[in-house]
């Protein structure tokens, strides 16, 4: 059985910045990360996931 991602946020930009949320000392190092071809990317660090909106473009 697959586990779920413990947060799924919708993005405009296929380049999202992470920072695991919450104040500094709750998050971790902020990381940005980029989809390439797909249509979501998972934070190594916190496992959130970004989704890009329907009708946004991957570039």
């Known amino acids: 059985m697959a ?13 999202v910045r992470c920072d695991g949320g ?4 709750m998050g971790h190092p902020t990381v940005y990360l980029n989809m ?3 249509s979501w990317v998972e934070c190594p ?4 996931r970004f989704i890009l909106k329907a009708g946004a473009s991957a570039h």
């Open 3 to 15: 586990n779920e991602a413990p947060e799924t946020i919708e993005v405009d930009d296929a380049t």
């Open 22 to 25: 919450g104040d500094a000392a």
């Open 45 to 48: 660090y916190c496992d959130r």
């Open 36 to 38: 390439g071809t797909k």
